[in-house]
């Protein structure tokens, strides 16, 4: 779990939806995530912040950054608000939240938890698959286990020959992918063919990354991402804005801090 950046008034990447389905998002991150709730207090960790981002941005944490010996170690926050998003180029997901850091006599006031956090609502006809080198050749197709393509997938006409069907997939931008879903080969299974490659071209998918399918309550197919974790040279360009964001955060905080203002941050869970 990552917290990626931190700044005063930092919006979302330009033209991106603000309202993800949020199946779909939880999917994505993983059953272990559990975003707090909105009117809950969280604490929040400036120092250890930066140099999280300093080590995620390679940058060392030296004398060049000013130093704020008023800012707390430690800050009490109010969540005023929790937004989820994914990031456009890599389908990566994160979540944005807005704080507000509480007075010492707020901090005393009486406080009654909220839920301790947005349910983590794991769908139940799903499947997910890490892809192989054959599922990302360019001249092949996606090989489907045949119990998940039986419980997520809408049942094939076997009376055709061979059983096909065309499936339409909606991924966390909303946008649609056609494939062709067939049953053929020796032995017989269930493959992705028309359309796959297409998707994995697009997404810049390679073996090592997990791709999954949910079919929801609403009988639609959604379509998600989870990367191999590697090395990163820099965060996505929807979360970091400069080599020097972990200068920025503090200040945000320490401003935060001082003025009692709302500040935001990024969580990215993986």
């Not at 990552?2 to 059953?31: D, V």
């Not at 379509?223 to 972990?246: F, K, N």
Request: net charge neutral.
């Amino acid at each position: 779990m990552k917290l990626s950046t931190s700044g005063m008034g930092q919006q979302a990447h330009e033209g991106e939806k603000n309202c993800l389905n949020s199946e779909l998002w939880h999917a994505c991150a993983g059953p272990l995530v559990c975003l707090p709730t909105v009117g809950s207090r969280v604490a929040y960790f400036p120092q250890g912040h930066s140099e999280q981002v300093a080590a995620t941005t390679n940058k060392e944490v030296d004398a060049h950054i000013p130093n704020y010996p008023n800012l707390s170690p430690q800050l009490i926050c109010q969540l005023h608000n929790v937004t989820m998003h994914a990031d456009v180029e890599t389908d990566e997901v994160y979540a944005q939240m807005t704080l507000q850091p509480l007075t010492q006599e707020e901090q005393k006031d009486t406080y009654l938890p909220v839920e301790f956090g947005i349910p983590n609502k794991q769908p139940t006809n799903y499947f997910c698959k890490t892809l192989t080198a054959s599922d990302t050749s360019t001249h092949g197709g996606f090989s489907v286990p045949r119990r998940a393509a039986e419980k997520v997938f809408p049942p094939l006409d076997f009376s055709q020959t061979p059983p096909a069907q065309e499936l339409i997939a909606r991924d966390l931008h909303d946008v649609e992918w056609k494939f062709r879903h067939i049953f053929r080969g020796q032995p017989k299974r269930h493959l992705l063919t028309t359309g796959w490659s297409v998707f994995v071209s697009a997404k810049r998918l390679v073996a090592g990354d997990s791709v999954l399918f949910i079919w929801n309550e609403k009988n639609q197919l959604l379509l998600g991402i989870r990367r191999a974790i590697r090395p990163q040279t820099e965060m996505p360009s929807s979360v970091l804005s400069s080599d020097s964001m972990h200068i920025g955060l503090l200040a945000a905080a320490a401003h935060a801090a001082a003025t009692n203002s709302c500040f935001t941050v990024f969580f990215n869970p993986r």
